[in-house]
Nanobody, 122 residues
Framework: QVQLVESGGGLVQAGGSLRLSCAAAGRTFSSGAVGWFRQAPGKEREFVAA????????LYADSVKGRFTCSRDNAKNTVYLQMNSLKPEDTAVYYC???????????????WGQGTQVTVSS
Protein backbone atom coordinates (compact mmCIF):
# COMPACT_ATOMS: atom_id res chain seq x y z
CA GLN A 1 0.00 0.00 0.00
CA VAL A 2 1.19 3.48 -0.85
CA GLN A 3 1.92 5.84 2.03
CA LEU A 4 2.27 9.58 1.60
CA VAL A 5 3.47 12.04 4.23
CA GLU A 6 3.31 15.80 3.75
CA SER A 7 5.45 18.32 5.59
CA GLY A 8 6.45 21.96 5.34
CA GLY A 9 3.23 23.75 6.11
CA GLY A 10 3.04 26.71 8.44
CA LEU A 11 2.12 30.35 8.92
CA VAL A 12 3.49 32.92 6.49
CA GLN A 13 2.71 36.52 5.61
CA ALA A 14 1.19 37.43 2.27
CA GLY A 15 3.88 37.62 -0.37
CA GLY A 16 5.99 35.02 1.38
CA SER A 17 7.02 31.52 0.37
CA LEU A 18 6.76 27.96 1.64
CA ARG A 19 7.94 24.63 0.28
CA LEU A 20 5.83 21.57 0.90
CA SER A 21 7.25 18.06 0.68
CA CYS A 22 5.46 14.79 0.01
CA ALA A 23 7.45 11.67 0.90
CA ALA A 24 6.10 8.54 -0.79
CA ALA A 25 6.59 4.87 -0.01
CA GLY A 26 5.02 1.52 -0.78
CA ARG A 27 5.59 0.94 -4.49
CA THR A 28 8.13 1.57 -7.22
CA PHE A 29 7.70 5.18 -8.25
CA SER A 30 8.80 4.90 -11.85
CA SER A 31 5.39 5.70 -13.27
CA GLY A 32 2.24 7.49 -12.28
CA ALA A 33 1.93 10.92 -10.74
CA VAL A 34 1.59 12.84 -7.52
CA GLY A 35 -0.97 15.56 -7.21
CA TRP A 36 -1.35 18.41 -4.75
CA PHE A 37 -4.81 19.42 -3.60
CA ARG A 38 -6.06 21.86 -1.01
CA GLN A 39 -9.18 22.27 1.04
CA ALA A 40 -10.26 25.40 2.84
CA PRO A 41 -12.93 25.33 5.56
CA GLY A 42 -16.38 24.97 4.08
CA LYS A 43 -15.05 24.40 0.57
CA GLU A 44 -14.52 21.38 -1.63
CA ARG A 45 -11.09 19.90 -2.13
CA GLU A 46 -9.52 21.49 -5.21
CA PHE A 47 -6.68 20.61 -7.54
CA VAL A 48 -3.50 22.65 -7.21
CA ALA A 49 -0.72 20.93 -9.18
CA ALA A 50 0.57 17.54 -10.27
CA UNK A 51 3.74 15.98 -11.61
CA UNK A 52 4.69 12.66 -13.18
CA UNK A 53 7.46 10.57 -11.70
CA UNK A 54 8.83 9.82 -15.15
CA UNK A 55 9.63 12.86 -17.21
CA UNK A 56 8.43 15.42 -14.69
CA UNK A 57 5.42 16.53 -16.73
CA UNK A 58 3.31 19.01 -14.78
CA LEU A 59 -0.19 20.42 -14.51
CA TYR A 60 -1.21 23.53 -12.58
CA ALA A 61 -4.47 25.15 -11.58
CA ASP A 62 -4.91 28.58 -13.14
CA SER A 63 -5.05 30.15 -9.68
CA VAL A 64 -1.47 29.10 -8.88
CA LYS A 65 0.18 29.12 -12.29
CA GLY A 66 3.30 31.28 -12.23
CA ARG A 67 3.45 31.25 -8.42
CA PHE A 68 3.69 27.54 -7.53
CA THR A 69 6.20 25.05 -8.90
CA CYS A 70 6.01 21.29 -8.59
CA SER A 71 9.18 19.20 -8.71
CA ARG A 72 10.30 15.72 -7.74
CA ASP A 73 13.38 13.87 -6.53
CA ASN A 74 13.08 10.29 -7.77
CA ALA A 75 16.03 9.13 -5.67
CA LYS A 76 14.19 10.22 -2.52
CA ASN A 77 10.66 9.33 -3.70
CA THR A 78 9.72 12.87 -2.76
CA VAL A 79 7.65 15.52 -4.52
CA TYR A 80 7.85 19.20 -3.67
CA LEU A 81 5.50 22.14 -4.06
CA GLN A 82 7.31 25.46 -3.99
CA MET A 83 4.80 28.18 -3.23
CA ASN A 84 5.80 31.79 -3.86
CA SER A 85 3.89 35.07 -3.70
CA LEU A 86 1.42 33.51 -1.30
CA LYS A 87 -1.98 35.11 -0.84
CA PRO A 88 -4.50 34.85 2.01
CA GLU A 89 -6.77 32.89 -0.33
CA ASP A 90 -4.09 30.17 -0.51
CA THR A 91 -4.88 29.31 3.12
CA ALA A 92 -5.99 25.68 3.30
CA VAL A 93 -4.97 22.17 4.27
CA TYR A 94 -2.74 20.87 1.51
CA TYR A 95 -2.78 17.19 0.58
CA CYS A 96 -0.64 15.12 -1.74
CA UNK A 97 -2.05 12.06 -3.47
CA UNK A 98 -0.93 9.22 -5.72
CA UNK A 99 -2.39 8.41 -9.12
CA UNK A 100 -1.64 6.16 -12.05
CA UNK A 101 -2.09 9.10 -14.42
CA UNK A 102 -1.41 12.82 -14.54
CA UNK A 103 -4.81 14.31 -13.77
CA UNK A 104 -6.77 17.14 -12.18
CA UNK A 105 -9.68 15.09 -10.92
CA UNK A 106 -9.66 14.06 -7.28
CA UNK A 107 -11.40 10.84 -8.33
CA UNK A 108 -8.30 9.61 -10.14
CA UNK A 109 -6.13 9.69 -7.02
CA UNK A 110 -6.15 6.53 -4.93
CA UNK A 111 -3.91 7.20 -1.94
CA TRP A 112 -3.76 10.36 0.15
CA GLY A 113 -1.54 11.89 2.79
CA GLN A 114 -2.83 13.30 6.05
CA GLY A 115 -2.48 16.93 4.97
CA THR A 116 -0.49 19.92 6.17
CA GLN A 117 -1.92 23.30 7.14
CA VAL A 118 -0.86 26.41 5.24
CA THR A 119 -1.99 29.74 6.64
CA VAL A 120 -1.27 33.02 4.87
CA SER A 121 -1.87 36.16 6.89
CA SER A 122 -2.71 39.50 5.30
Amino acid sequence: QVQLVESGGGLVQAGGSLRLSCAAAGRTFSSGAVGWFRQAPGKEREFVAAITWSGGNTLYADSVKGRFTCSRDNAKNTVYLQMNSLKPEDTAVYYCADSQVLARSVRLYQYWGQGTQVTVSS
